[in-house]
């Protein structure tokens, strides 16, 4: 946060400020700051008396506060990564898909997501049948595994047939075997 004793500090409930105001906040939040900023920017996103194309700029807010939310350099986190996965699929069944905006983007949020999983489908399956006698880690990465995965039912209805959509679909099938 900035030093700057002119700086507007957070007051109240940041879910009444302005699209610029917390654009403005987000620019040197840190930690649980962009963590609220990015709620409220969401909250805002699934208000349905804002029209669509505010509901896109609010929601686009709340993917660049999550995606500040961590250091670069430490990665994205699973947490961060299925919040955006969540939120990008919402828009795009919510306000519509938009291929001109790789955020609201059926291909690109695919393609997004096939390369956050690190194991393959008989990979996980595999490792699914015995997961209760598996290594606390290899339980977690599972588990990892079907938190990046809960928007798949919805996004295969989007995409064309080909091999993309034919991977996720078998996603689909593994993820209810996940821990």
Do not use: C
Request: glycine content about 6%; proline content about 7%.
């Amino acid at each position: 946060m900035s030093s700057d004793p002119h700086r507007e500090e957070p007051g109240g409930d940041l879910s009444t400020w302005t699209l610029d105001q917390l654009q403005t906040f987000i620019q040197d939040a840190r930690g649980q700051q962009l963590e609220t900023a990015r709620v409220a920017a969401q909250g805002q996103a699934y208000n349905s008396s804002h029209p669509h194309e505010a509901r896109r700029q609010w929601a686009k807010l709340s993917l660049l506060a999550n995606r500040r939310i961590l250091d670069p350099a430490e990665g994205r986190s699973v947490r961060a990564a299925q919040q955006e996965f969540m939120l990008r699929m919402w828009v795009i069944d919510q306000l519509g898909s938009d291929d001109t905006d790789t955020d609201w983007s059926p291909e690109v949020l695919a393609s997004d997501t096939l390369d956050a999983l690190t194991l393959t489908p008989p990979q996980a399956a595999g490792l699914a049948e015995g997961w209760r006698d598996l290594p606390t880690e290899q339980i977690r990465e599972l588990r990892r595994h079907k938190n990046l995965t809960a928007h798949l039912e919805s996004l295969v209805g989007y995409l064309a047939p080909g091999p993309v959509r034919e991977r996720l679909v078998t996603w689909t099938a593994i993820r209810p075997l996940l821990p």
